[in-house]
């Protein structure tokens, strides 16, 4: 039995790599720098595995006798493809840290693939998207009726490297809601809400997050939007995206921005990590007029990463998660994220 890490020399990968370790669970270090994961595998006490994602047989090989693979390497558009038709290969069970919506449309598509294989694909195990996904679940349970759903969230903590990174590369992507159970795309910062995300009323703007796919997988619920509570400047910047496609989409420009973040610092440090907090918010609306609205507030989001994807590995090396594709709630129960310490929920209105 192993899990193997990949992409754990990054950021999140050490985080979580370095949790693993303190709690004795048998972990392989890997990714494609083999001077990162040999050095992090040293000062670990560890096994590394260098590899890169580019030749399919030569990446099922690397997975020999790997029961359980966590992808931490984003932008996910390059590497959960490749990860997870190794996995179906070798029969290892798939999971990662994404939130990006394209990417869990495309592993909700293998659903077929990972029952067949007999594995679980179960992406977004990180602070995206397993505390709005309990959220979620939470609020259809007290709401069965529900035909409407609203999630919002304020991470309450400085971007990784890895996120901003991502977040650069779909910057021209637009927005999406689910409407009628179908995504629909939306121009970005479609809609601006007024919403008390437990520390007074905020705006906040819609964005195209991972849960349109995965809340629909766990609730059912036909219409979602999901929102996120940021300062004035960067709601505007949302709403110009608009009209700035193709020069966002520009390679001189993408090279410009991800070369800035590459010289800022990887994430928050433990302090930041330690004193930071996040906070959700859910409302379901019926079609008589019932509305239930929930709070949750959580650690800061890369600690809570931490936690909540090594617990769902752990799960899942013991055999204890449902075979195919999987959203958090569903494999884990919406009662999850109340397991880990510091987090609430609350009604709310
Ligand atoms: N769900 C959540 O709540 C959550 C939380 C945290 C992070 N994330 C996401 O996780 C990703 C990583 O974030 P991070 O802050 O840890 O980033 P990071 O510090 O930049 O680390 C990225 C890791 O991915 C590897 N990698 C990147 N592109 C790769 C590719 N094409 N092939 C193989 N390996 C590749 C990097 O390898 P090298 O070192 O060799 O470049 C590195 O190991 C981001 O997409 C971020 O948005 C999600």
């Known amino acids: 039995m192993a899990l193997l890490i990949y992409g754990a020399n990054g950021y999140t990968g050490s985080l979580i790599a370095a949790r693993a370790v303190a709690k004795g669970v048998p972990v392989i270090l890997a990714g494609r720098r083999a001077e990162a994961v040999e050095m992090q595998a040293a000062r670990l006490k560890r096994t590394a595995r260098a590899f890169g994602l580019d030749d399919a047989e030569a990446t099922a090989r690397a997975l020999t006798g790997v029961t359980v693979v966590l992808n931490c390497a984003g932008p996910f558009s390059r590497t959960a493809g490749p990860l997870v038709d190794a996995c179906l290969r070798v029969r290892a069970h798939y999971l990662d840290i994404t939130g990006e919506l394209d990417i869990l449309e495309a592993l909700a598509a293998r659903d077929g693939d990972a029952r067949a294989a007999g594995i679980t694909v179960l992406p977004a195990t990180g602070f995206d998207v397993v505390p709005s996904d309990c959220l979620a679940a939470e609020a259809k349970h007290r709401l069965p009726s529900a035909t409407h ?139 008589a007029g019932r509305i239930v609205q929930l709070r949750l507030k959580t650690p800061e989001a890369y600690e809570l990463t931490s936690w909540t994807a090594l617990e769902i590995a752990e799960r899942a090396l013991r055999g204890e998660l449902p075979v195919g594709f999987q959203t958090p709630s569903r494999a884990c129960g919406r009662e999850f994220v109340l397991g880990f310490p510091g987090v609430t929920l609350a009604g709310a209105g």
Do not use: C
């Open 149 to 287: 759903l609203a999630l919002a969230f304020q991470a309450g903590t400085r971007l990784s490297r890895g996120t901003a990174t991502t977040s650069i590369e779909n910057m021209n992507g637009g927005g999406a809601i689910r409407r009628d159970g179908k995504i629909t795309r939306v121009p970005s910062g479609w809609r601006t809400r007024t919403i008390d995300l437990g520390d007074g009323p905020r705006k906040a703007v819609t964005i195209p997050w991972g849960d349109i796919t995965t809340a629909y997988h766990s609730t059912g619920i036909p219409n979602i939007e999901v929102y996120i509570a940021v300062p004035a400047a960067l709601r505007a910047g949302l709403r110009a995206a608009r009209w700035l496609g193709p020069l966002l989409a520009s390679a001189p420009l993408q090279r410009l921005l991800k070369s800035r973040v590459a010289r800022g610092p990887a994430g928050p440090d433990a302090a930041e990590r330690a004193r930071g907090a996040s906070h959700l918010w859910a409302e379901a609306r019926d079609d």
